[in-house]
């Protein structure tokens, strides 16, 4: 499966942004997806997942409640909605897909990504 990562942009601090994924190449609904992020001279980590059917999702405490993940395997599409964003969540983000059932946050577990899109919180 092929992923291409967009919706990235410059947003002030306490503004909104939201990113999709895409995919194409495979049956979609049968990869779990996630977003990872990473932050200039920083390793990349986990943000977000989201499971086959959309039923199952896992966040990083570090964006519990103010980031949303959700999928519609109708469109062979994931989103990310960020509210609420800080300069910290500054970075470039990346969905990634695994054949896992259940959604998981170890890198390791997913086998595609995609390119980044850069989303850039000013202050």
């Known amino acids: 499966v092929q992923l291409q990562a967009y919706g990235g942009g410059l947003v002030q601090v306490g503004g909104s942004l939201r990113l999709s994924c895409a995919a194409s190449?495979?049956?979609?609904?049968?990869?779990?997806i996630a977003w990872f992020r990473q932050a200039p001279g920083k390793e990349r980590e986990f943000v977000a997942a989201?499971?086959?059917?959309?039923?199952?999702?896992y966040y990083a405490d570090s964006v519990k409640g103010r980031f949303t993940i959700s999928r519609d395997n109708t469109k062979n599409t994931v989103a990310l909605q960020m509210k609420s964003l800080k300069p910290e969540d500054t970075a470039v983000y990346y969905c990634?897909?695994?054949?896992?059932?259940?959604?998981?946050?170890?890198?390791?577990?997913?086998?595609?990504w995609g390119q980044g899109t850069l989303v850039t919180v000013s202050s």
């Open positions: 190449g495979g049956t979609f609904s049968r990869y779990s």
């Open positions: 989201i499971s086959r059917s959309g039923g199952s999702v």
């Open positions: 990634a897909a695994s054949q896992r059932v259940l959604p998981a946050s170890a890198r390791n577990l997913y086998d595609f």
